[in-house]
């Protein structure tokens, strides 16, 4: 009995013994880095806030070659057709882009315990030039709606083709043809319109055809145009469609670059 | 097992001396690893594709709370080959145990170092509390323009900043331009949208609010991974061959261990997921264990041997021994759950006819 007991005791004080002693992943170490001695401290973080002023440190390839400066302008991303995936490469390359929410209302969802109100932003992101990006959110507070529909713009911005009306002399103004955009049941026709027209459309659509860049052009609408979402999603498929259009001008042969990736994949590869 | 109730997220440090710590056992980045055995006794690690030696990525200390498994290191290798850098055999991961404090051998084969010119770092850790990391996914998944917002939370949202969106609403009430009627905004609460990779933004939300951290760790059956991207999330069905029970998520590396080591910039992947088994078999005596390791990536050309691809899903499932009668159970119950999926969507067009 004694020899059991005794057997039985040491074997308990192992386990006991173990929890405490053992540190590493699975049992949670703690920051070993403060015990050891001559070591600097680890940057404090802080409170944590969304988004915040932090550095971007890149996540995908294509941030990668952003951030090092590899890749000039964003128009090398649209012409390779490459998605983008993290919106500090927008931030990146336009500085001065403006925001401007169009739409902003409540919206309601019936649940067993009632209804349940959320806001809902579109907000429409450009530069004023030759980009435009779309987005939208909803979200229990207007503030927040607003915030993720910005990060939804930034992730679908495209770039606006501009062309003349007659005459090609000085910089391009409107449209460069008739293009049309359609989104449920709204149809939106763009047309080139002759310089000094200014933007001859409804409200919400000349908003984003002011934030586009484009300067004169004439419009027709179809359907149900007070749907908001889908009128304003029709106009920037139109938009979008401007550089699908293959004009006479197109027609002569280009040469076949590599992408970015093939590109700086060899000056990399060198730095090994 | 490790307490639900705590996730281990691991930072990279430099430092010049690897053995003087409080741990048993290193977890360290960058180096000749440190084995637990003799590397007489096993074959040195090769890539199953191009033959060629593997280089260590790091290797961590993982001890459980069982007898046999106390004294536990987990290796991960990968061959830096660029054929090989698309496929997923080219990552593999490897456990190490023993029940008393075993020595600690160094390996003398220097090709297994992944960046000479680089020191070693080791992998510091640091606790995050469970409940305020599911807090902090529901406000990513509130805030960031994700497909994932459609059910009712409480969301607490006291650390979010709003000054720059509280301006431009000021204006835009302000602002003295027509607006139409606001009520007339329609009442479809489902606006999908396509190309927008949710999952994505709320990883990349993470790897900003802890910033730089590589490893995240818990071993838990019910503890699930932050998956780098929407496509081609799999369902690792792997068994151990031991004990013939599903392996379960251990931790996760992430992408930003490539700014530390430049040689890594060609790799495909955007985060590796490490699956092993949940008794920690001693599997028929061998020294070197090999886990299930799973590299995600968004791109279409990023192979893995042996994934299957169903038809009917657009789910992605790693697996080698599957029988016929589970693959049926499956698509039944995808089935089921598409014929709800319906129901709910006659029945909301029925209330939209009042």
């Not at chain 1, 302008?73 to 998605?83: D, G, H, R």
């Not at chain 1, 391009?172 to 026709?189: D, F, I, L, M």
């Not at chain 2, 055995?37 to 069982?66: H, R, T, V, W």
């Not at chain 2, 995808?334 to 319906?342: A, G, K, P, S, T």
Request: charged residues 25%; neutral net charge.
């Amino acid at each position: 009995m004694a020899e059991q007991e005794q057997q039985q005791a040491p074997a308990v004080e192992q386990e006991q013994a173990a929890p405490v002693e053992k540190k590493g992943f699975g049992r949670g170490g703690r920051g070993q880095r403060e015990r050891r001695e001559g070591g600097a401290p680890r940057q404090n973080r802080g409170p944590r806030r969304f988004g915040g002023e932090q550095e971007w440190t890149p996540l995908t390839k294509l941030g990668r070659l952003v951030k090092a400066g590899k890749i000039k302008s964003l128009e090398t991303i649209f012409q390779f057709s490459i998605p983008i995936k993290e919106y500090q490469i927008v931030d990146h390359f336009l500085k001065n882009l403006k925001e401007e929410p169009l739409a902003l209302g409540p919206v309601q969802k019936q649940t067993c315990a009632g209804q349940r109100t959320r806001f809902k932003a579109y907000v429409v992101v450009g530069d004023n030039h030759q980009h435009i990006g779309l987005g939208w959110k909803s979200a229990k507070e207007v503030q927040g709606a607003i915030k993720g529909a910005v990060i939804n713009a930034k992730l679908n911005l495209i770039p606006v083709r501009k062309g003349y009306w007659g005459n090609k002399i000085a910089q391009p103004h409107t449209v460069p043809c008739k293009v049309t955009g359609k989104e449920g049941s709204v149809r939106v026709r763009l047309v080139p319109a002759p310089r000094g027209t200014g933007i001859v459309a409804a409200i919400t659509s000349k908003k984003v055809l002011q934030m586009a860049g484009i300067q004169d052009c004439y419009t027709q609408s179809k359907g149900s145009t007070r749907t908001r979402s889908n009128f304003l999603k029709a106009t920037f498929h139109a938009l979008k469609e401007t550089y699908n259009f293959l004009t006479p001008d197109l027609w002569g042969h280009t040469k076949l670059e590599s992408t970015p990736f093939q590109e700086h994949s060899e000056y990399l590869a060198a730095l090994k | 097992m490790n307490n639900k109730e705590e996730i281990v997220i691991g930072y990279l440090e430099q430092t010049d001396d690897i053995l003087n710590i409080d741990d048993e056992l290193p977890s360290y980045a960058n180096g000749l690893p440190y084995f637990l055995e003799n590397e007489d006794k096993f074959e040195s690690i090769k890539c199953q594709q191009c033959g060629n030696q593997m280089k260590m990525l790091l290797q961590i200390y993982a001890p459980l709370n069982k007898k046999h498994a106390s004294f536990r290191e987990i290796y991960v290798f990968l061959c830096l080959n660029e054929q090989c850098s698309k496929n997923n055999s080219s990552v593999r991961v490897f456990r190490m145990q023993s029940q008393q404090k075993p020595q600690l051998l160094q390996s003398k084969n220097k090709e297994y170092i992944l960046s000479p010119q680089n020191k070693s770092f080791i992998i510091d850790t640091e606790i995050i509390n469970a409940k305020e990391n599911n807090n902090e996914l529901q406000v990513a998944e509130e805030l960031l323009p994700t497909n994932f917002d459609d059910e009712d939370k409480d969301v607490d949202l006291k650390n979010v900043k709003f000054d720059n969106e509280n301006k431009i609403y000021e204006n835009y009430l302000k602002s003295t331009e027509e607006k139409e009627d606001i009520n007339e905004l329609d009442g479809l609460e489902k606006d999908q949208q396509n190309n927008i990779d949710g999952c994505f933004l709320i990883y990349q939300h993470f790897l900003t609010q802890y910033p730089n951290h590589i490893v995240r760790y818990c071993f838990d059956s019910q503890s699930k991974p932050l998956w780098f991207s929407d496509k081609k999330q799999p369902q690792i069905e792997s068994k151990c061959p031991h004990c013939k029970k599903n392996k379960i998520f251990e931790f996760q590396i992430n992408n930003s261990i490539l700014t530390y080591f430049p040689e890594l910039y060609n790799l495909e992947w955007g985060a590796l997921y490490i699956y092993s088994c949940p008794s920690s078999c001693q599997v028929g005596g061998q020294i070197l264990i090999e886990e299930t390791i799973y590299a995600h990536s968004d791109e279409q050309e990023f192979i893995s041997p042996n994934l299957k691809v169903d038809p009917n899903t657009k789910l992605v499932s790693i697996n080698t021994n599957k029988s016929n009668k589970q693959k049926q159970q499956i698509q039944q119950q995808q089935q089921q759950q598409q014929q709800i999926q319906q129901k709910i969507d006659e029945k909301d067009e029925e209330d939209d006819d009042w």
